[in-house]
């Protein structure tokens, strides 16, 4: 008999209000934000998916209480690129547009759906998904994202932050900048450096802030620094192009890719021999399905696997490919309660590596008290 879906609940996380908000260079990031969805099959089996949103999940929401979920009941989870086809391609067909179901939104559902189908996937074969995926090992390499400006944050209030997270035994420190002059930025810059010392890794994250100019600049007065890569470095409106033209100018390794939409997008960076370093996120556009394919397309150009958000679950993609290189973690419970809390097994992070947990699927299991406590039920 075919396994198909039978249920499909769905809820909203949200992290408590942030009485001082974590902000980068032209954006405050919320403490949580995501779309949690659990489906269940004819088996009996459950896996979940995740949607991350920085702006406002409404149109997410919407799109769910408008009866998307019509479309999954009767499906088979074991088809994971029938399913996220069937659900993308409505971005270009007059039902959205009827139904009132936003691109992005859409772009999101289609990721989480596709996380929970292939979770549902590796349980019911009964082994990880970094194994289904590929299995090249069974640890990554992680860094912590610190440094946020914060209202009246000084650099000794940073020298402080950085100090408590290297006697954590972290050993990737990335650093917000492109919120203040370059100057004072390289002022920061220089405190984590001379915090973490020489032998640590330093990433350093501009999100997209900075022009052509000062970027080219940037990466002249980072050189003393050694940063591992530069994220993320130019304004959005033509950084594919000048991306590359930066990388003309810097032996800095360039990091992109969370802001893309598609896994087009990426592979446009890709052809352009834009970046070293590709930072797609499965549960922002493309879950695995996708993700799969951005991983083997950067093996095969050369460029590093190093995606945005969710450590635990991206993980499982990192540690299938040898292009994997790094997953996000964010090790501050008041910056992200979720990746503290909402797992009753998180696997573990020490001096510097993520172990991937043995169980199948995911390898998460999901705390009930986490779900009732950030969790707002939406169907």
Same mark, same amino acid.
């Given at each position: 008999?075919? /396994?198909?879906?039978?249920?499909?609940?769905?809820?909203?996380?949200?992290?408590?209000?942030?009485?001082?908000?974590?902000?980068?260079?032209?954006?405050?990031?919320?403490?949580?934000?995501?779309?949690?969805?659990?489906?269940?099959?004819?088996?009996?089996?459950?896996?979940?998916?995740?949607? #991350?949103?920085?702006?406002?999940? #409404?149109?997410?929401?919407?799109?769910? *209480?408008?009866?998307?979920?019509? =479309?999954?009941?009767?499906?088979?989870?074991?088809?994971?690129?029938?399913?996220?086809?069937?659900?993308?391609?409505?971005?270009?067909? =007059?039902?959205?547009?009827?139904?009132?179901?936003?691109?992005?939104?859409?772009?999101?559902?289609?990721?989480?759906?596709?996380?929970?189908?292939?979770?549902?996937?590796?349980?019911?074969?009964?082994?990880?998904?970094?194994?289904?995926?590929?299995?090249?090992?069974?640890?990554?390499?992680?860094?912590? /994202?610190?440094?946020?400006?914060?209202?009246?944050?000084?650099?000794?209030?940073?020298?402080?932050?950085? #100090?408590?997270?290297?006697?954590?035994?972290?050993?990737?420190? *990335?650093?917000?900048?492109?919120?203040?002059?370059?100057?004072?930025?390289?002022?920061?810059?220089?405190?984590?450096?001379?915090?973490?010392?020489? $032998?640590?890794?330093?990433?350093?994250?501009?999100?997209?802030?900075? $022009? %052509?100019?000062?970027?080219?600049?940037?990466?002249?007065?980072?050189?003393?620094?050694?940063?591992?890569?530069?994220?993320?470095?130019?304004?959005?409106? $033509?950084? =594919?192009?000048?991306?590359?033209?930066?990388?003309?100018?810097?032996?800095?390794? %360039?990091?992109?890719?969370?802001?893309? %939409? /598609?896994?087009?997008?990426?592979?446009?960076?890709?052809?352009?021999?834009?970046?070293?370093?590709?930072?797609?996120?499965? #549960?922002?556009?493309?879950?695995?399905?996708?993700? =799969?394919?951005?991983?083997? %397309?950067?093996?095969?150009?050369?460029?590093?696997?190093?995606?945005?958000?969710?450590?635990?679950?991206?993980?499982?993609?990192?540690?299938?490919?040898?292009?994997?290189?790094?997953?996000?973690?964010?090790?501050?419970?008041?910056?992200?309660?979720?990746?503290?809390?909402?797992?009753?097994?998180?696997?573990?992070?020490?001096?510097?590596?993520?172990?991937?947990?043995?169980?199948?699927?995911?390898?998460? /299991?999901?705390?009930?008290?986490?779900?009732?406590?950030?969790?707002?039920?939406?169907?």
């Amino acid at each position: 008999m075919t /396994t198909t879906i039978t249920d499909v609940d769905v809820f909203i996380l949200r992290g408590p209000k942030d009485e001082r908000p974590h902000w980068v260079s032209n954006f405050t990031v919320p403490t949580a934000n995501e779309i949690l969805l659990r489906v269940r099959t004819s088996d009996g089996v459950e896996g979940f998916g995740l949607a #991350t949103s920085y702006t406002d999940a #409404t149109p997410i929401l919407n799109v769910f *209480k408008s009866g998307i979920t019509e =479309r999954l009941i009767g499906a088979n989870p074991l088809a994971p690129e029938r399913i996220y086809e069937d659900l993308f391609s409505l971005t270009s067909k =007059r039902l959205a547009h009827e139904k009132g179901w936003g691109r992005e939104a859409l772009i999101r559902i289609s990721a989480a759906v596709d996380v929970a189908c292939w979770d549902i996937i590796g349980k019911m074969a009964g082994i990880p998904l970094y194994q289904l995926f590929g299995g090249y090992r069974d640890q990554v390499p992680y860094y912590v /994202t610190c440094a946020y400006y914060r209202d009246g944050k000084d650099l000794a209030e940073l020298r402080d932050e950085i #100090t408590e997270l290297k006697e954590q035994g972290h050993k990737g420190f *990335k650093a917000k900048v492109g919120g203040m002059e370059l100057a004072q930025d390289m002022e920061r810059l220089e405190v984590v450096r001379d915090v973490i010392g020489d $032998d640590l890794e330093l990433m350093v994250d501009v999100n997209r802030a900075w $022009d %052509l100019e000062t970027a080219t600049q940037a990466a002249e007065a980072l050189i003393p620094l050694r940063p591992r890569w530069l994220e993320e470095p130019l304004r959005w409106a $033509d950084d =594919r192009r000048e991306l590359k033209l930066l990388s003309q100018r810097t032996q800095i390794p %360039l990091s992109a890719g969370e802001s893309e %939409l /598609t896994s087009y997008g990426c592979r446009s960076m890709l052809e352009e021999h834009a970046i070293q370093i590709l930072q797609f996120d499965v #549960t922002m556009f493309g879950g695995f399905t996708e993700g =799969r394919k951005m991983a083997a %397309l950067c093996e095969l150009n050369h460029v590093e696997v190093t995606p945005h958000h969710d450590c635990f679950i991206h993980a499982q993609l990192v540690a299938s490919t040898p292009a994997g290189a790094y997953v996000e973690a964010f090790t501050n419970p008041e910056r992200d309660p979720l990746q503290a809390e909402l797992y009753e097994n998180p696997p573990k992070l020490a001096d510097g590596w993520l172990t991937l947990n043995d169980a199948p699927g995911l390898g998460l /299991t999901l705390s009930e008290d986490a779900v009732s406590k950030f969790g707002e039920r939406v169907l």
